[in-house]
């Protein structure tokens, strides 16, 4: 989910081959696997000018002609980490990022442990699961959680949401295979039952709604929450569809 990621910033020292390359080089997921946890912000020489305050109240040290730092940054907003890292030797220097990367990720979680423990949660509670799974390089998946995140006051009182990352949690296939999943896409949810029951899933139609915002997609995630929601009243439902009406616009 989007309140999992930390964030990589990566300040640029000069504009030089030599850091672009680095730069593009620790941005290869086939590469550099680690990067796919973190959410990447590359700030160039004029950047860093730009937000110089920013950067001062942060505490970052700046880099060098020739250099890099990179800061890893918590969901919290605090810094988490910082590395400074030279372009003398680049395979030296990816390696040095790389292991930085890893030491820094945060645990990965293991799917069907959230799904069990969800699952217990709703039963208690009475509640339906809803569950989201997303990819780590996803506008709409980062949007949607973006917009759950917002909204989960309202949305909590009939789901208990589990948000699932394909390529960084694990045994993610394993759970969406329990949920019915016909076409392909992220982000994709299905609201389900605590017994594991699947009453209605993302896909509409026309095919996974993702992120809801064409007619037909919003169209379709209000008959999910319509049939599925049980605290909720219909002017809940109507709110929560203007805001993403409100988002289309």
Not at 197 to 207: D, F, H, I, K, R
Request: net charge negative; charged share 25%.
């Amino acid at each position: 989910s989007v309140s999992r990621m930390q964030t990589l910033a990566i300040l640029k020292g000069d504009n030089s081959p030599d850091v672009s390359n680095l730069t593009s080089r620790l941005l290869d997921s086939s590469k550099v696997a680690p990067i796919l946890s973190y959410l990447p912000l590359v700030l160039s020489p004029k950047q860093l000018e730009a937000e110089s305050q920013t950067v001062a109240e942060r505490g970052w040290p700046l880099p060098e002609e020739g250099e890099m730092v990179l800061i890893v940054v918590g969901y919290d907003k605090e810094t988490v980490a910082e590395q400074r890292i030279s372009t003398e030797d680049i395979e030296e220097s990816v390696a040095v990022g790389s292991q930085f990367l890893k030491q820094h990720m945060l645990p990965a979680r293991d799917a069907l442990e959230l799904l069990v423990d969800g699952k217990k949660e709703a039963l208690n509670s009475g509640r339906r699961l809803w569950i989201v799974e997303g990819g780590p390089r996803c506008g709409p998946c980062f949007r949607l959680a973006r917009w759950i995140k917002e909204h989960s006051t309202m949305l909590e009182k009939d789901y208990v949401i589990i948000k699932l990352m394909s390529g960084i949690d694990q045994n993610v296939a394993e759970v969406i295979d329990l949920l019915d999943k016909q076409g392909g896409g992220v982000p994709w949810h299905a609201i389900v039952k605590p017994d594991g029951t699947v009453m209605t899933t993302s896909e509409g139609p026309l095919g996974n709604i993702g992120m809801p915002g064409s007619v037909e997609g919003i169209r379709h995630f209000r008959k999910m929450l319509e049939t599925t929601a049980q605290q909720m009243s219909s002017s809940d439902i109507d709110e929560l569809i203007a805001s993403l009406s409100k988002k289309k616009e």
